[in-house]
């Protein structure tokens, strides 16, 4: 009998996998609570892939062998539990698209920083000349590369969610940015589970594969202590004086030293790095230590570090006007992305933060505005937990409920070298489709002063 396999969501990861699906024979329906793209919708149909939007269809579902689920689905949405009660086996994307590939992948996480890390990565495998894909949550899916264009590496940024139903899949280079409170909404507001779903990106790895980490973050070490890990291990430190393995930053010299059993194999002076800021540097010995691992020749990786161009919405410089300078930093979605934004930014700062609080602890922001910002432009619906954790921090705090008017409130707030910083700390979804939205209409509502 022909399996039949049921895609929850048609965005790009789920038109991937119905793609992957229908190439490889399998009877593949698609069902979207939503509006399907257009753009979707024209691929499913040159697959001839059934499907229908804005319903899930229980006759249609209920009867698959298997779900590939959209990572935006959460596990308490009734079709879920529906398939969880039935002993419906449901699986992600990357999970799928890994059966139909043998390429090494290189799978990246963390709370903040991966994105960057991804791309930057990915950057230095091309410019070396390797065969690479770019999938995960950027770029074309896993799933769709596989079916039409398999490649013989692929760099994957991994979130919570995604790895959250995978099982049998297996990464060769696995890399762990940092774990900070984040989307506790989706774990039960409990912080271990969602360091348990960080840590899945080490399940079924061996003594062949490779684990690089971040050794300054705490939550990292306290779970390798208590973990049994297979894979050779790499750190990348900006407070340890020496490593075995991986990288580790001289802070007299001003320079990142990548090391192998403990040999020097490259060093890297700080000031010829393209992207700045502290988180970045930690962005590059993650990406350096990969292609390290990889064999990749040193003037590749030097040269890569040097001319990557860092990707849109994160810390991206608009434009300055009258002095102001304007930095869009949608991409920053929890509180430790809007640490490092704020920590890199110098001189006054106007602050454009807010959305959908997905259980934030503002604390550790609170000595770093008190330095930093003169004013905070709320742009949410609900800004009553920005209001409580800085009030009497920061002198003035304002409510805005579109983009527009948060820009205009932060350029009338404004003097030459100041800075505007949208770095919202939240999601977006309660005034904008999505982070990338959000960054867009700054960006033109920047442009139109």
Known sequence: MEKRIVVLGSGESGTGAAVLAAVNNFD?????????????KKILKEYN????????????????????????????????KKLKELRIPIISEIEFAARYTNAVKICI????????????????????????GLAGNIG???AYQVATSDHDYYVIELSSFQLDNMYEFKSELS??????PDHLDRYDYKFQNYVDSKFKILQNTTKNDTFIYCSDDETIIKEIAEREINASLYEFTQTKDR?????????????INYIQNNKQQMIMQIQDIAIKGKHNVYNSMAAGIVAEVLKIRKDVIRESLMDFRNVEHRLENVISVCGIKFINDSKATNVNSAWYALESVDGPVIWIAGGID??????????????KVKAIICLGVDNSAIHKAF????????????????????????????????????????LFDNYEDRGTQFKIAVRSL
């Open 28 to 40: 593949v329906f698609v069902s979207d609570k939503g509006t399907i793209d257009d753009k979707y």
């Open 49 to 80: 892939v059934q499907y229908e939007e804005n319903t899930h269809s229980e006759a249609y579902i209920l009867n698959a062998h298997e779900i590939i689920k959209s990572p935006g689905i959460p596990d308490t949405a009734p079709i879920i």
């Open 109 to 132: 996480t963390g709370s903040n920083g991966k994105t960057t890390t991804t791309m930057l990565t990915y950057h230095i495998l091309q410019k070396a000349g390797l065969n690479v």
């Open 140 to 142: 074309q899916s896993f």
């Open 175 to 180: 890399v762990l940015m940092n774990i900070t």
């Open 243 to 255: 490593v075995e393995n991986g990288a580790y930053l001289d802070k007299i010299k001003n320079e």
């Open 358 to 371: 997905k259980g934030n602890d503002y604390s550790i922001l609170k000595e770093l505005v008190a330095e």
């Open 391 to 430: 009030e009497g921090i920061v002198p003035k705090i304002v409510d805005t409920q579109n983009m527009q008017d948060a820009v205009i409130m932060a350029y009338k707030l404004g003097k030459q070298n100041d800075t505007v910083l949208l770095s919202p700390a939240c999601a977006s979804f309660d």
